[in-house]
């Protein structure tokens, strides 16, 4: 089944994220390609709605909160409407200027969705004169502003014309030194082509292997369905063997001591199981960094063969 791309863009309050998604929606029209778009607004109104709304692609909206802890039951929702109102090619998803990376992918993935949508990164939007000036803002936002850079798979330095070319390869190297596997572009009014963060997580095909590959992403996703119920045992020895990179772990999984799923959620190595009263997909999202999905797959292949002893 064919899945949908789905697209962060995120960055401070003001620092062109906007911009950009006008300039994407306009290239992917050209390629034939059929997008929609979810804007998230910490307040009751969205400015940005009715200059997204003049581009003519579905739209949803998510007001009061950001979709990475107030309201970020809510995107489950709005993501199944878009998918079941639309054939999309690719969604993108505008988030507050306050919103942690880790935690909107963490929204995103839900059990449920996982199988219909393909997370392709973050574009993390960067104001690079007020980086500059970062020492004026309180310790709360210069550290969220090194977080969305920290996990972007593409950073935009943009309004790149408002600083000195000294100040600009100062940026550039500050950015860098934070994360040094993004694609890091100047731009200005966020103008860039589709292909220069697309690249960044385009599917290739290995020469001479026929296989797929993707490129490294700063934040990855790994999707394991269960074919039956493992031991409770065996799956809590596992948890305790995952590495710090892990950051999230989410979905339902049976256990052989119980005909009803548990609802799991793992963040940052504190687990938490809900019991479930109906039967649900047996689906799960590990979410972290530098993971090896070969090597995870197999850890959780091997617990369903114990089942079988």
């Given amino acids: 089944m064919k899945k949908t791309e789905i697209y962060i863009i995120g960055g401070f309050l003001g620092s062109g994220k906007t ?6 929606i306009k290239e992917e029209k050209t390629a034939g390609r059929s997008i929609a778009v979810l804007l998230n607004e910490l307040g009751s109104i969205s400015i940005d709605t009715a200059i ?11 007001f009061d909160g950001c979709i990475c802890c107030t309201i970020s039951e809510k995107l489950e929702g709005q993501l199944q409407s878009l998918l079941h109102e639309n054939e999309l090619d690719a969604i993108y998803i505008e988030t507050t200027g306050a919103a942690h990376p880790v935690e909107v992918v963490d929204s995103i993935m839900s059990p449920l969705l996982v199988d219909k949508l ?4 973050i574009v993390t939007v960067v104001d690079v004169a007020r980086w500059k000036d970062r ?6 936002i210069r550290q969220l502003m090194i977080e969305q850079i920290a996990h972007a798979d593409t950073s935009l330095l943009n309004k790149a014309d408002d600083i000195s070319e000294e100040e600009r390869s100062k940026a550039l190297f500050e950015v860098q030194a934070l ?11 966020s103008k860039i082509s589709l292909g220069d963060f697309q690249r960044r997580t385009i599917r290739k095909k290995e020469e001479g292997k026929g296989q ?3 490129e490294h992403l700063q934040l990855q996703t790994v999707l394991y369905s269960f074919k039956k119920s493992i031991q409770y045992e065996s799956f809590e020895k596992w948890l305790r063997s995952l590495p710090d ?5 989410k979905g339902y999984i049976g256990f052989t001591h119980s005909s009803y799923p548990f609802l799991f959620q793992y963040s940052y190595g504190t687990p938490v199981m809900l019991q479930e009263l109906i039967k649900m997909p047996l689906n799960i999202v590990i979410i972290g960094q530098n993971l090896s999905k070969e090597e995870i797959v197999g850890q959780l292949e091997s617990l369903e063969r114990e089942t079988e002893m």
């Fill in 19 to 24: 911009t950009l998604l006008q300039h994407i």
């Fill in 52 to 62: 997204i709304g003049e581009e003519n692609v579905p739209l949803k909206e998510m």
């Fill in 118 to 121: 393909e997370y392709r990164g």
């Fill in 135 to 140: 020492e004026k803002l309180s310790v709360q």
């Fill in 179 to 189: 994360n040094n596997e993004a694609l890091c572009l100047f731009t200005n009014q």
């Fill in 212 to 214: 797929h590959t993707i």
């Fill in 245 to 249: 990179t892990v950051y999230r772990i």
